[in-house]
Nanobody, 116 residues
Framework: QVQLEESGGGLVQAGGSLRLSCKYS????VGWFRQAAGQEREFVSA????????RYSDSVKGRFTISRDNARNTIYLQMNSLRPEDTAVYYC?????????????WGQGTQVTVSS
């Protein structure tokens, strides 16, 4: 079973940036999801195993960038122009090869808080 571990969250002011990391035990397609307090978990972004294909939700398109470094077994989510509504716990999980279906389990997540 592919193991994933998120890190990099924190507190940032609106308009600021953060970079999240997702370290994995086995190369695979990976997606980022987030869950704000009292809301359902939602898809944020995904990347296939070789980095050649990516997807973004409309709410983050143009502000967030997903990438991967397979030499470091790490997926990154660069988050720019952060807004208070981006506040959530962020999770990474394994995705299908077509990066449209989540097939992995959830980790502990990493908290991102954007202050206004």
């Amino acid at each position: 079973q592919v193991q994933l571990e998120e890190s990099g969250g924190g507190l940032v002011q609106a308009g600021g940036s953060l970079r999240l990391s997702c370290k994995y035990s086995e190369e695979s397609a990976v997606g980022w999801f987030r869950q704000a307090a009292g809301q359902e978990r939602e898809f944020v972004s995904a990347i296939n195993s070789n980095g050649g294909s990516t997807r973004y939700s409309d709410s983050v398109k143009g502000r967030f960038t997903i990438s991967r470094d397979n030499a470091r077994n790490t997926i990154y989510l660069q988050m720019n122009s952060l807004r208070p509504e981006d506040t959530a716990v962020y999770y990474c999980s394994r995705m299908s090869a077509t990066i449209n279906i989540r097939i992995g389990t959830w980790g502990q997540g990493t908290q991102v808080t954007v202050s206004s």
